[in-house]
């Protein structure tokens, strides 16, 4: 499993664009005390309200990784950025970035990274070589976030739900399968950059024995209703073997995004479904709850959707950014061995 | 796509057990017009029935590959055989192995082979970019194998669909997505080698548009129902946006094979569910066969457990070693567009 040094200088290049801050942004949210400040060229006119401090200050200060806080699109990392990153590595920093771009295509990052006994992580691939998955069933508890389709908040949720269940005194860890939860996490599998073989047992890595009463919280991928990526939900959901999983959902959305031709699933379908399919790996898993992306509704449109829903599918319907996840972490917490 | 250069001459190094010829067996079997001879070191004791041919004396005749027929617990190619692979690179012939270790990984035979000019394909192994799913319906009809487990008769079936409708006079190809699959047909995507990610987006590539009325028969990988290997068959499936399927089963497993706690599902269960999961890209996808390894049954007793299950199903239940599988063509080629 990649694991990241912390804390982090967050790097925004020249970016201009506020949206393309989006893994600074996330990082800043969700792991601010692993956070030390940003730094940016000139030309950036954005920020994400942190101290500015060089890379070279950052290090002094402690800074264990320079990370790429802008995720552009198309993902190509700038020539124009490269001095910056140079004097992170020179300040004797690891560089993590997500890009589409890998730090190790630059010849002179390598060879400056290997004179400084730093490392280049670029957490959208990966190198590693897993095992096949067993189907041994391992100890501890296991919560996964699906989804009707992608990029409709599952990693935000399964953040929300280990905030939640660590609030309430319950251990919890966020087990990181995408590039921005695996900065947040500081580890984790970029389960999609595996090879199709062996992404189940990626996930059994990903999550592996632990005490009775713990709980991975781990963040889904893709969804199985994809024309593109139901395999990697599919081998991500059995090598996780969840007791309990929680479907993610955006009721704006009328079609898979990007992919017209392919309508979203019914609630009540999608979760039959990710049943059967968590059931070949752990006959006990079961739907605890459902997370909704309610940011077009207003409140009264939202009140009723979450009281409608709830009753149709007698499941908890929260949104995490409206009034949190709490009704499921009941569920989870009922799930939850007392003595061990 | 992987294209390797034909005809082939078969090496069996220095075999003593002949299930290991498997490889061999099946190139034998598939494609006899394609294979020149075999070629194996003095301990051998294995043959599978063709003539000797050195590879120099092959090469001469025009064989274009030299062909590892053998696959050995472990995958892992002796020191002792590249002796004969040196000399097969010598007389100008490409190199395929199903090997898990890679012939790339010998630096003298990547030396030699670029001296030489020619190719050491890995075909278990796949450094190949695909692109993601487009979902876009392609032309052309489509037939997959899928199965109730691994390794019980998927790429059999696919073959002796493809020979039974070619031999009717529909226009069929057989699209190959694992090593043997690849070495019959001459090229293929090795799926479950691919970054999942891709694997939808490759099995589109590996069925491009045709004419109306031709017929894609798509070796199917892994299963649904195996807690390993799901995501790979899923993705395939996507990608194959099949018309059609057929199930493969083997009624003398009683369990996942090497999965003891792992069941199998009934045939109309795992009918329902390829059907459900074909539907996300194709929704008149649908079954039209079952086809069955009837190797542990008495004539009497296939005869019954064929009619019995047929009648149950409304289907038509074949093994393609007994009998053939003309029944389940017949439904294919009710479904052949006939005027184009």
Redesign the interface.
């Known amino acids: 499993m990649l694991t990241l040094k912390k804390p982090y200088l967050l790097y925004l290049g020249d970016a201009t664009i506020p949206t393309d801050a989006k893994t600074a942004c996330g990082l800043r949210d969700w792991c601010p005390n692993d956070v030390l400040g940003e730094w940016s060229l000139p030309a950036a006119t954005v920020s994400v309200g942190l101290t500015r401090i060089a890379p070279a200050a950052a290090a002094a200060r402690g800074a264990g990784s320079f990370v790429i806080g802008i995720a552009s699109v198309g993902g190509k990392l700038p020539d124009n950025w490269l001095p910056d990153i140079h004097a992170a590595i020179e300040a004797g920093m690891d560089i993590v970035s997500g890009m589409h771009t890998r730090l190790t295509s630059f010849p002179a990052l390598v060879q400056a990274a290997a004179a400084r006994g730093v490392q280049l992580h670029d957490v959208r691939h990966t190198d590693t070589r897993f095992p ?4 041994r069933k391992r100890m501890g508890k296991r919560v996964a976030t699906v989804g009707t389709d992608c990029a409709l908040g599952k990693k935000y949720t399964a953040l929300a739900l280990t905030r939640a269940l660590t609030a309430r005194g319950v251990r919890a860890t966020f087990r990181a399968t995408g590039q921005t939860g695996i900065m947040i996490a500081g580890e984790g599998i970029a ?7 062996f ?3 990626a996930a059994e890595t990903l999550s592996p024995d632990n005490a009775p009463n713990h709980w991975d919280v781990i963040e889904g991928q893709g969804s199985l ?12 959901l ?1 090598g996780s073997q969840p007791d309990a999983f929680v479907l993610c959902h955006d009721p704006s959305r009328t079609h898979i995004e990007y ?1 017209p ?2 309508p979203l699933p019914t609630l009540d379908d999608a979760i039959a ?1 990710y049943t ?2 968590a059931h ?2 752990n006959a006990r898993a079961h739907c605890v709850g459902v997370s909704i992306n309610s940011s077009t509704m207003s409140d009264a449109a939202w009140a009723a959707y979450a009281r409608d829903h709830s009753r149709e599918l007698g499941l908890p319907v929260c949104d995490p950014l409206r009034g949190g996840v709490d009704a499921i972490v009941d569920r989870l917490i009922a799930l939850t061995p007392t003595s061990v």
């Open positions: 096949a998955a067993t189907g389960i999609d950059a595996v090879v199709s073989d992404v189940a047992g209703f994809h024309p593109a990526y139901a395999g990697v939900t599919l081998g991500l059995h992919f031709g392919f479904q059967q399919a070949i790996t």
